[in-house]
């Protein structure tokens, strides 16, 4: 399907945004956390107006380019002429939190096997691994409430991730949120990991060693170390140059 370029439509740093989020589904369907078409990333629009970007509900994550990418504002009307509707379920969960967290740039929201599969586990995640210990320092647990539907979930869900980072929706999956697309990403990544890394150690039948509590004080300034100072930048270049040698439609 052909969708037509909004390069010189929206402004510099929309369109700025628009390829980093393009690259964000691409990166999720590459590391293979996607579920079809069923979850979302969104990222708010510079501006007063409080839109955001979301995916254009039916295309695969591999398929999503910087023009397909669906603006919408707080009561999930289009801002720009879209022929892809958007998922009510996915608006529910963005909307809230973009806009009580006005320091979020970008949520990023999975349903992987091995995220649903912690999220199901009454200890949620475990301080077993290095990883673990980058989520627990900011870390929140939303119950299930059925598909995310109905407007009344949203200050449940947002009082449920307070100022964190990380949320674990229980018997559903995986949220982040990050100042940027590159930091929500970074985040996932590193969740996603400690989840995968709790189920094969779990699966390995033995004791498990937890990490020291003490372990988990001060691990903000820890991770600025790890990434000399750059935060999610330290990895963002080079994963654009992956996707740019792979495939850098999503720009288009």
């Not at 119950?143 to 995310?148: K, Q, R």
Request: one cysteine or more.
């Amino acid at each position: 399907m052909e969708i037509p370029s909004l390069r010189e439509v929206v402004s510099p740093e929309e369109w700025q945004l628009r390829v980093e989020l393009a690259a964000c589904y691409r990166l999720v369907a590459l590391y293979g956390w996607s579920d079809l078409v069923f979850t979302h990333i969104t990222a708010r629009v510079p501006g007063p107006e409080h839109h955001f970007l979301i995916n254009p509900y039916g295309l695969l994550f591999e398929e999503i380019t910087a023009s397909s990418l669906v603006k919408v504002d707080g009561q999930c009307n289009k801002v720009i002429d879209s022929p892809f509707p958007v998922n009510p379920a996915g608006f529910v969960i963005h909307s809230c939190i973009h806009d009580a967290r006005h320091d979020v740039g970008c949520v990023l929201h999975t349903h992987t096997r091995s995220g649903v599969a912690v999220s199901a586990q009454k200890a949620g995640i475990l301080p077993i691994s290095q990883q673990s210990t980058f989520v627990l320092s900011s870390l929140a647990y939303h119950e299930y409430e059925g598909v995310a539907l109905r407007d009344d979930e949203k200050p449940r869900l947002v009082a449920a991730l307070g100022n964190k980072r990380h949320l674990v929706l229980r018997n559903h999956g995986l949220l982040v949120v990050g100042k940027n697309v590159p930091d929500a990403f970074l985040s996932m990544y590193t969740f996603e990991n400690a989840c995968r890394i709790q189920i094969d150690a779990q699966a390995g039948g033995g004791e498990l060693t937890q990490v020291h509590p003490s372990i988990l004080e001060g691990l903000g300034e820890v991770m600025k170390n790890v990434t000399a100072g750059k935060g999610a930048n330290i990895a963002w270049p080079a994963l654009i140059r992956k996707l740019d040698r792979t495939d850098p439609s999503y720009k288009t």
